[in-house]
């Protein structure tokens, strides 16, 4: 169903029978709006003076300026151009909108914005046509309203949240336990992108192309990819909270491996996997074309990235590593 604002013959009725003393709830009825629509309609864009208080009320016409201003403000980002340039800058490289707006109002920016209206701006049909959405952390295509957001904890429950992953895992003492994420390309390339892996104790990376992001889709080319290694070997997985992860249930269920999320919009704390993003980065630029990639390709990239020594292996290699525990588990 597509969301329309409220019109100034919608708003004059309601003035009207307010005047008149009647029901919001039968006023919604009358104007065939939702309640909820008429309530926030009111709270909103009613009129107040301090200084003429009994001029207090809601105006039909009042209102539809009062409207027409907050869209206006919520346009910044179109009527702005270096404005807009400076947030899609920084949406792409990782800033959540949040951080944007806090970081132009630390820098003294003579325009201000709130996250609200960066939100606004990349669901809106500019930003949908830049598909802005896939730099936000949980990459969602299409925001819910707020009054209507099912709980982040029904998708992933506190329960699962880092703060409860085992000491062994948060301190790398055990063999098994692995961090996951997806590496987005440009849309001009389609819907394909490179779900990435690493053993946190080994840092033995694992990558594999990805033809679409569906959380099905996703959960089912990573299990065909761990499965083979023996149960000890894979033992968890930690994610970030994007709505591609969703399917997590599924690793329990059907090859025993447990999943734990970070916090929201906290990507550092899986600071392993962020890590080989990084480097990937330098074999898969964002302007790669995924599609075309063969699993050979996949393969080789891999196989670099295993073979580099690392200084936090003792200058080891991430595959030298990763055969040492795997001799332990025989």
């Known amino acids: 169903m597509t969301h329309?604002?409220?019109?100034?013959?919608?708003?004059?009725?309601?003035?009207?029978?307010?005047?008149?003393?009647?029901?919001?709830?039968?006023?919604?009825?009358?104007?065939?709006r939702h309640r909820s629509t008429v309530y926030r309609e009111i709270r909103r864009n009613v009129f107040a003076d301090e200084e003429?208080?009994?001029?207090?009320?809601?105006?039909?016409?009042?209102?539809?300026?009062?409207?027409?201003?907050?869209?206006?403000?919520?346009?910044?980002l179109i009527r702005l151009p270096r404005l807009r340039e400076a947030v899609i800058d920084r949406l792409k490289e990782g800033w959540s909108p949040e951080?944007?707006?806090?970081?132009?109002?630390?820098?003294?920016?003579?325009?201000?914005?709130?996250?609200?209206?960066i939100y606004a701006y990349v669901y809106s049909r500019e930003g949908q046509s830049e598909m802005l959405a896939r730099y936000l952390p949980d990459r969602r295509k299409q925001r819910r309203p707020r009054y209507?957001?099912?709980?982040?904890?029904?998708?992933?429950?506190?329960?699962?949240?880092?703060?409860?992953?085992?000491?062994?895992?948060?301190?790398?003492?055990?063999?098994?336990?692995?961090?996951?994420?997806?590496?987005?390309?440009?849309?001009?390339?389609?819907k394909a992108n490179v779900a990435s892996l690493v053993e946190r104790k080994t840092r033995y990376?694992?990558?594999?192309?990805?033809?679409?992001?569906?959380?099905?889709?996703?959960?089912?080319?990573?299990?065909?990819?761990?499965?083979?290694?023996?149960?000890?070997?894979?033992?968890s997985i930690t994610f970030d909270r994007g709505i591609e992860f969703?399917?997590?249930?599924?690793?329990?269920?059907e090859i025993g491996t447990e999943a734990w999320f970070c916090d929201p919009q906290a990507p550092w704390q899986k600071g392993s996997v962020e890590n080989l993003n990084k480097r990937a980065r330098r074999y898969l630029p964002?302007?790669?074309?995924?599609?075309?990639?063969?699993?050979?390709?996949?393969?080789?990239?891999?196989?670099?990235?295993?073979?580099?020594?690392?200084?936090?292996l003792g200058w080891r290699t991430p595959t030298e590593a990763f055969r040492e525990e795997m001799m332990k588990l025989r």
């Open 246 to 253: 969703a399917g997590w249930r599924r690793l329990k269920r």
């Open 148 to 190: 209507a957001r099912r709980p982040r904890g029904l998708v992933f429950p506190p329960d699962r949240a880092i703060r409860n992953r085992p000491d062994d895992v948060n301190d790398r003492a055990t063999f098994g336990d692995w961090e996951g994420d997806l590496m987005i390309f440009r849309r001009e390339h389609g």
């Open 286 to 312: 964002r302007d790669t074309p995924v599609a075309a990639l063969s699993n050979r390709n996949m393969k080789a990239i891999c196989d670099r990235l295993n073979a580099t020594p690392r200084k936090c």
């Open 99 to 117: 951080q944007i707006a806090g970081r132009l109002h630390f820098e003294g920016q003579p325009v201000r914005i709130s996250h609200e209206t």
């Open 205 to 235: 990376a694992v990558l594999f192309r990805n033809n679409d992001r569906s959380t099905r889709h996703l959960m089912d080319r990573l299990m065909t990819a761990i499965e083979p290694l023996p149960q000890p070997a894979r033992r």
């Open 4 to 32: 329309t604002e409220l019109n100034l013959r919608e708003r004059r009725m309601i003035e009207t029978m307010l005047t008149a003393k009647m029901p919001v709830s039968k006023i919604a009825v009358e104007i065939g």
């Open 52 to 76: 003429l208080p009994y001029l207090d009320g809601y105006y039909g016409v009042t209102a539809q300026r009062c409207a027409a201003a907050r869209r206006a403000r919520r346009r910044k």
